[in-house]
């Protein structure tokens, strides 16, 4: 961006000396413009990485919160298990 005004500059003060005002005022309007555009696709590829971060962020979560419950699912089962076989032991005992 630096160098782009730079060479804006550069351009304005060569042909300023040279008496070409109006094709310096033609590189200045085109050299604002694609410093305009310059900082539009900047923001656009701010904003996709931005929505990668967010979703690699739920991704990570959502991850985390599965192997959770599935280690608390186990869990319960193997309770339940342990019940239903204490519970069948009793029902045979009468």
Request: hydrophobic share 50%.
């Amino acid at each position: 961006m630096l160098l782009l005004l730079l060479l804006l500059f550069t351009a304005i003060v060569i042909c300023i000396e040279s008496g070409h005002i109006k094709s310096a005022r033609d590189q200045v309007d085109q050299l604002w413009e694609d410093l305009k555009d310059l900082a539009d696709a900047r923001s656009l590829a701010l904003a996709a990485a931005k929505e990668i971060h967010t979703f690699d962020r739920d991704a990570a979560d959502a991850k985390e919160r599965v192997q959770v419950r599935g280690k608390n699912t186990i869990s319960l089962l193997a309770t339940n298990i342990d019940i239903s076989v204490s519970l069948a032991i009793r029902s045979m005992s009468f």
